[in-house]
């Protein structure tokens, strides 16, 4: 049994002003993104300015998307009685499926304005996300959120009094899905898409994965308190919205085996 680490959640505050660890975790990943794509822009024909441009879509995706989709689904009766809560996007509480709704968005008017096809974008941004993802479930620890279900394993924790989930340890998913989500999904469509595939199969291949590695572990996540379990017992509100990432992750790279090998690459200079 092991002892929630105490970290401030503010990495630096001057006067009014503060850092949060959440926050940061946000720069980290777009970072990551920014400095990954770059690097291989030259294969769908972007300029290393273009994909600092694609970065500014997929923040104002990510950032819009995730956050309303949160309060949407997550926190509706709370943002009726505080509208402002909207914003307070420091606090934590982000959808990462109203946030991957706003990414396809802003890919879609990015693919628009640089005449590319669409999952020939998504390609490419598919093995940049990872990276954002595990750098944000992390910022979720630091907050002491997603605490995990009642657990023996010699690595569960005990979440800080304050949390009012009482002295019983518990999993630390949060960690499970920082392993999950950022690293072995990084390393996986990072090697997967470092040959040419057939257009869409990395996209299917980014659904199916982090749709499965999202459903496994709400096994071992406490449901969110003002949701509980949607149906059977058993099934969270993440794992139901994981399902239809399953099902389309298949079916796009069913969809993709037709499809001719992406072989689009261009010269560009930066």
């Given at each position: 049994?092991?002892?929630?680490?105490?970290?401030?959640?503010?990495?630096?505050?001057?006067?009014?002003?503060?850092?949060?660890?959440?926050?940061?975790?946000?720069?980290?990943?777009?970072?990551?993104?920014?400095?990954?794509?770059?690097?291989?822009?030259?294969?769908?024909?972007?300029?290393?300015d273009d994909v600092g441009d694609l970065i500014?879509?997929?923040?104002?995706?990510?950032?819009?998307?995730?956050?309303?989709?949160?309060?949407?689904?997550?926190?509706?009766?709370?943002?009726?009685?505080?509208?402002?809560?909207?914003?307070?996007?420091?606090?934590?509480?982000?959808?990462?499926?109203?946030?991957?709704?706003?990414?396809?968005?802003?890919?879609?008017?990015?693919?628009?304005?640089?005449?590319?096809a669409f999952f020939q974008l998504t390609d490419?941004?598919?093995?940049?996300?990872?990276?954002?993802?595990?750098?944000?479930?992390?910022?979720?620890?630091?907050?002491?959120?997603?605490?995990?279900?009642?657990?023996?394993?010699?690595?569960?924790?005990?979440?800080?009094?304050?949390?009012?989930?009482?002295?019983?340890?518990?999993?630390?998913?949060?960690?499970?899905?920082?392993?999950?989500?950022?690293?072995?999904?990084?390393?996986?469509?990072?090697?997967?898409?470092?040959?040419?595939?057939?257009?869409?199969?990395?996209?299917?291949?980014?659904?199916?994965?982090?749709?499965?590695?999202?459903?496994?572990?709400?096994?071992?996540?406490?449901?969110?308190?003002?949701?509980?379990?949607?149906?059977?017992?058993?099934?969270?509100?993440?794992?139901?919205?994981?399902?239809?990432?399953?099902?389309?992750?298949?079916?796009?790279?069913?969809?993709?085996?037709?499809?001719?090998?992406?072989?689009?690459?261009?010269?560009?200079t930066s």
């Open positions: 049994m092991l002892q929630y680490p105490s970290i401030d959640p503010v990495v630096i505050a001057v006067g009014p002003v503060q850092v949060h660890w959440y926050g940061l975790m946000y720069v980290v990943g777009l970072a990551a993104a920014w400095w990954l794509g770059r690097r291989r822009a030259h294969r769908i024909g972007l300029s290393h500014f879509y997929g923040a104002a995706g990510v950032i819009v998307g995730g956050r309303v989709g949160y309060v949407l689904v997550y926190g509706f009766e709370r943002w009726l009685a505080n509208p402002l809560w909207l914003f307070k996007v420091w606090e934590g509480g982000m959808s990462f499926h109203g946030g991957l709704i706003g990414v396809l968005v802003a890919a879609w008017l990015f693919a628009r304005r640089h005449r590319l490419f941004i598919a093995p940049l996300v990872p990276i954002g993802l595990g750098a944000g479930r992390i910022g979720n620890f630091i907050n002491h959120e997603l605490p995990g279900r009642i657990s023996d394993v010699p690595w569960a924790m005990v979440w800080p009094p304050m949390m009012g989930l009482g002295p019983e340890p518990r999993h630390p998913s949060a960690l499970y899905e920082f392993a999950l989500e950022g690293i072995i999904l990084f390393i996986v469509l990072w090697w997967f898409s470092s040959r040419a595939r057939q257009r869409g199969m990395t996209s299917g291949l980014f659904l199916l994965l982090y749709g499965a590695f999202r459903f496994g572990v709400e096994f071992v996540r406490q449901p969110d308190p003002q949701l509980g379990f949607i149906a059977f017992g058993w099934l969270t509100m993440g794992q139901l919205l994981s399902l239809p990432m399953i099902a389309a992750g298949l079916a796009l790279m069913a969809w993709a085996r037709s499809q001719p090998v992406d072989n689009a690459s261009k010269a560009v």
